[in-house]
Every structure is written in C-alpha cells, then in structure tokens.
C-alpha cells in the first residue's frame, strides 16, 4: 500500500475516534437524563408525602390503617409513574433540549471532518505525502560555476567569522577539490592557528602546502607532518604523508614502516589496505635494488636538484645504480615529445617563468605519474617522462592505461594552475609512445 492512501485510512480513524467520544455521549445523555430526572422527581414526591404521612401518624390525626392504606397507594402511583419512562408525556422544554442535541451531533459529524482538512491544508505539508509516493527524481550535479560559487561563499563567510576553525578547515578542503592549493593551504593554516593541537587539520594542510610548492613533501610539510604525528602518532592521513615523505627521499625503509602501521588501521581486504599494500611492495623492491638512503639523507648524487618537483624517489626496482635490465624496463614505458609556444603567446612568456611537463592518468587520481620542471626559456623543450620522475612508488607511468601529457608555464613558478598560466594538452596517449607534440596555445582562466 503507497503511503498517500495509507495517511488519508490513518486519518479518517481519527476522526471517527473523535466524532465516537464527542456524538455518543450527546446522543445518549438526552434519553438517560429525561427518563433519569423524571424517576427522580417521582421519587422526591414520595418521600415527602410519606414524610407528611408519617407526621400526621405521629400527631395523632391519623389511624395506622389510614397511614399504611396511604403509603400503599403513593407506592403504586410512584410505580406506575417509573414503568412509563421515556414514552411518558415529556414537557415542551424537554422535547426542545432533546432535538437540539441531535442537531448539535450532526453539526459535529459534518465539522469535525471539513474542520481537521481546512487545518491540514493551511498548517501542514500536503505536497510532502506526494513527494514521498514519488519515485525521487534524479538530482542534477552542482556545476564547476555553481562550487565555485559556493566556495567563494563560504570564503566570504570566514572573512566574516574567522575564529570558527570547521569553517576554515571546509575551505581548505573544497579549496583542495578545486585544485587550488595555495589557498586551501592557507585555509588550513587559519584552521591550525585556531586549533593547534588538531592533528588531522596539520596533515591536511601538509597535503595541499605539498601540493603548491612544487609536489614535493620537503621542507615545512614534513615538518607539519611531524607535528601531527607528535600529536596523534596514529593519525592515517600523517601516516600515509609520513611515508610519502620518507620514500621521496628514498629512505624506503621508514616508508614501509609508516605504510605498515597505517595498514594495521585498515579493515582487512578493503580497496584502501590493497593500495597501501601495493605501496609497502613496491617500497621493499625498491630497497632490494639497492642501498636505501638512511633516514633524513639527502639523494644520491646524480639526482635532480633537491626542491624540484622532479626530486620524487626512484620507481619500485630501479635506483640510481639500477642495472641494465632495469634501465631497458624504464626505456620502455617511457614517453618522449616536445614542447613548443604558439605563435600568438611567443612575447607573453619570461624566460624566467617555470615550465612543467607531466603525465596524468586518463582515468584516475589527478596526481602527476610523471613530473619535469624546467625555465620557459628553454622552449622548444623536447622532453622524456618516466618512472624515475614519479611522485610516489604507488603511481607510477609504467602502471597507467593511457595518459595526458600536459606542459604548462606557471607565472608565479607554482605547481597549481592559476589564471594567466599558458598551458597545452596531448591528446590521451599509451606509455611507451614516442614523438607526442605539445604546443602551449592556451591562457588558464
């Protein structure tokens, strides 16, 4: 039964209820109060012309026979006034209170109902019952404009009152969303003055600091990570950072550490143990390939400068004194191109400003498989992307179906996109692929 029928069934019940405890007794107090008073006003009689009798007797000026002779006939008469009930002769007055009672009844019977409907219509929610009987409509997805807005809302929001640290924590996540890191990392930082001693607010704002400097977790998001887990050493977000962390600087052995007390958290078989699991692998045969670095080490040498996005640890296997089969698996998944400015933008572009070439998965995680930083001067810029410039273990090129290989030059030398960046996008390509063109032909909006 749908609910709509069910509601108005539920309802009609209620009424009746009512109209039964409110009609019956009106409808049956008018017989029983007329048949009740006239038995007792009879009754009154008696008593006092017995009363009267009995004085007479006691004074003297009546016989015994002539007083019991007289209680035998108010007796009858008393008798026969009872037995006549309600079909006795009622007075006019009586007969009026009797047809007013039932016309007050049928008064009610027809207000109760119109009554109760009139109040629902004006005071209660008629439209909920049909929007529940309803099978629920699709609901459309707020648009790219619409979050935005709705960010910028919640921004002017704190701007207003700024001491609420939920509020400055959910701008920096939807900050994050947006891929605007440099504010969701100041959002975070807002939310860390206010309260210092939350450990999940300082591994987020570790994440999205990582992400505006660079893609790199050296420096101040280590240290915040450290902080955090000073505070909450189990924290899962800290950890999985932490280990991030470490493995970019190939201390794989504190990576597994911290990957493996993450995943002592996990619920045993879940998606999110699978990919810790996978990380813990490919960190142990990154460690079997060679001599990790020690804890807090710098790279080995040979590798890119420290502070570039291009500083991630090596790939699962290979290291920097990787062997010749090791070498010939990189070449292979490896993809090489350039990238060239377009006509129109050629006097837009310092030879200063900061040039990125990454690879992104097609389908999943916007995180760069694959990172290289480079000056906007050096264009026309021929490039190779591999595992060896993977941001972690976990996301590695050679792992991927297809790609997106973008380059952008970044104004302000962050890695998150920013209006006025110049970009230029490939289409979807396989690792492996050779000579894909690049022409930066676009002003990020």
Do not use: C
């Amino acid at each position: 039964m749908s609910i709509v029928p069910l509601f108005w069934i539920v309802a009609l019940l209620l009424v009746a209820a009512v109209l039964a405890a409110i009609v019956w007794p009106l409808l049956r107090g008018g017989a029983g109060d007329r048949t009740g008073g006239e038995a007792d006003a009879a009754t009154s009689v008696y008593r006092d012309q017995k009363r009267q009798l009995d004085d007479e007797y006691a004074a003297g000026a009546i016989s015994v026979e002539e007083r019991d002779a007289a209680v035998d006939e108010l007796a009858t008469r008393l008798s026969a006034e009872i037995d006549r009930g309600p079909t006795a002769a009622v007075e006019p007055g009586a007969v009026a209170a009797s047809r007013a009672r039932y016309v007050w009844a049928l008064i009610l019977v027809f207000a109760v109902p119109v009554t109760s409907i009139a109040l629902y219509a004006m005071l209660g929610s008629p439209g909920a019952m049909q929007i529940a009987a309803s099978p629920p409509a699709a609901q459309t997805p707020a648009s790219g404009p619409q979050i935005e807005a709705m960010v910028e809302q919640l921004a002017a929001r704190m701007k207003s009152h700024p001491d609420d640290p939920k509020g400055w924590t959910l701008l920096g996540r939807s900050y994050a969303v947006l891929g605007r890191f440099r504010e969701s990392a100041d959002a975070y930082r807002q939310a860390a003055a206010l309260a210092p001693s939350d450990a999940a607010i300082l591994a987020e704002w570790a994440d999205s600091l990582a992400m505006a400097s660079g893609q790199t977790l050296e420096g101040e998001p280590s240290r915040l990570i450290d902080r955090a887990l000073a505070i909450d050493p189990n924290n899962p977000k800290a950890l999985a950072l932490a280990g991030s962390a470490a493995a970019e600087r190939r201390d794989y052995a504190a990576a597994i550490a911290d990957w493996r007390k993450l995943r002592s958290q996990l619920q045993p078989g879940s998606d999110p143990e699978k990919e810790v699991d996978q990380m813990i692998a490919e960190a142990e045969a990154a460690q079997a390939g060679g001599t990790p670095a020690a804890p807090g080490a710098s790279a080995p040498s040979g590798s890119v400068p420290s502070g570039s996005a291009s500083s991630a640890p090596a790939p699962a296997g290979v290291t920097p004194s990787a062997s010749a089969p090791a070498q010939a698996e990189l070449a292979a998944s490896a993809i090489t191109g350039r990238v060239s400015l377009g006509p129109a933008l050629k006097d837009r572009v310092a030879p200063a400003e900061t040039l990125y070439i990454f690879a992104r998965a097609v389908d999943g995680p916007r995180m760069p498989l694959a990172v290289l930083k480079e000056s906007a001067g050096s264009l026309p810029k021929s490039f190779t992307l591999d595992d060896s410039m993977a941001m972690s273990p976990a996301a590695r090129l050679s792992s991927a179906g297809k790609v997106i290989i973008e380059a952008r030059i970044s104004r302000s030398g962050s890695a998150t996109p920013s209006p006025g960046d110049l970009r230029g996008v490939s289409a979807p390509v396989e690792p492996g692929t050779h000579g894909v063109d690049i022409v930066i032909g676009e002003v990020v909006r």
